[in-house]
């Protein structure tokens, strides 16, 4: 009888205590959603440059951003901002770009690091891939993360087509025009620069870009 009544009691205590009304508030760290959203009406943003050594411009005109580098001496030429992109969260990037080679969007870039992100491509044949350029922990090699591949609803012959990255979780999901094409294990950054990439002679168009993220 001793153990049960002492059993009971601290029952009741505990009931009278969950009962009583808490005044605390307990502070709490809110998550919050930012954004960067580029259509190219001017170029507030200084997307504008000429590198004439490599053959290689970017102009601001009409709407668009033109992006051409015509040249072959490397692999590919890399164009970024950083504008407080935090890649490390749950992240949405979208953009609408064609050309007449091969374009693509480039993220988690860091030129004084070497790190040269991330980049989902698609060429003027409506073949996507994903790529590793290199300089992310992996190695200093360009690395294919998605083989290249096409379908029915990419546009060909250098069309507009809207590619989409979405970070959700341990993952990243990539869509072209509004319909999943891969879905993979999120990886490493070094970097939170966004932009494009073009391949080896390439000239190609942007429409715009729309970045997404949590902080």
């Not at 692999?75 to 969260?89: E, H, K, R």
């Not at 409506?126 to 083989?147: F, H, K, R, S, W």
């Not at 990255?165 to 970097?191: E, L, M, R, S």
Request: charged share 15%; glycine share 10%; with cysteine.
């Amino acid at each position: 009888m001793k153990n049960l009544r002492l059993t009971f009691g601290l029952f009741s205590l505990l009931l009278i205590t969950s009962c009583a009304r808490d005044n605390h508030i307990r502070p709490q760290n809110p998550v919050r959603e930012y954004s960067f959203i580029e259509d190219f009406n001017d170029d507030r943003n200084g997307w504008s440059f000429a590198d004439p050594v490599n053959y290689a411009y970017g102009v601001v005109s009409n709407g668009t951003f033109k992006f051409d580098y015509n040249d072959d001496y490397t692999q590919a030429y890399y164009v970024a901002q950083d504008f407080g992109f935090n890649p490390y969260n749950n992240f949405t990037i979208t953009t609408k770009l064609g050309s007449n080679n091969n374009m693509g969007l480039l993220f988690g870039y860091n030129e004084a690091t070497n790190s040269y992100g991330y980049s989902f491509t698609i060429d003027y044949d409506g073949y996507y891939a994903l790529y590793d350029e290199g300089g992310n922990g992996y190695g200093p090699d360009i690395t294919t993360l998605v083989a290249p591949q096409t379908n029915n609803n990419i546009n060909i012959n250098g069309d507009w087509n809207v590619l989409t990255i979405k970070q959700v979780g341990n993952n990243w999901i990539g869509y072209v025009n509004d319909y999943q094409v891969f879905t993979i294990n999120a990886q490493n950054f070094k970097g939170n620069g966004v932009g494009f990439v073009d391949i080896a002679n390439t000239q190609g168009e942007v429409d715009y870009i729309d970045v997404h993220w949590l902080n």
